[in-house]
């Protein structure tokens, strides 16, 4: 569901809605050590924005990121997707 279609609202929502899943199992951001990010229409201003919700949200060292462009996601307007990979210590 597509809350908003300004991109820096996705992107946070986006990293938001991880942190649900992670804390089932008793983790959170700063223990994802892959993300993969799906953007539409990607831009360096784009890019700026995922790098500071990254930072932001993932800790001192963030995760390795590939960030792939793609014509469009599974909503039409949905602009932006992340998948995460996260380690249990």
Request: hydrophobic content about 45%; aromatic content about 6%; overall charge negative.
């Amino acid at each position: 569901m597509v809350t908003s279609s300004d991109f820096a609202e996705q992107v946070s929502t986006s990293f938001g809605s991880l942190e649900i899943p992670l804390a089932a199992h008793g983790l959170d951001l700063g223990d994802v050590v892959q993300l993969r990010s799906y953007v539409v229409d990607p831009s360096f201003e784009k890019l700026g924005v995922i790098g500071q919700a990254v930072t932001g949200r993932c800790g001192e060292v963030p995760p390795t990121q590939t960030v792939l462009g793609v014509t469009g996601l599974a909503v039409p307007d949905m602009l932006f997707e992340v998948k995460a990979t996260a380690i249990m210590a």
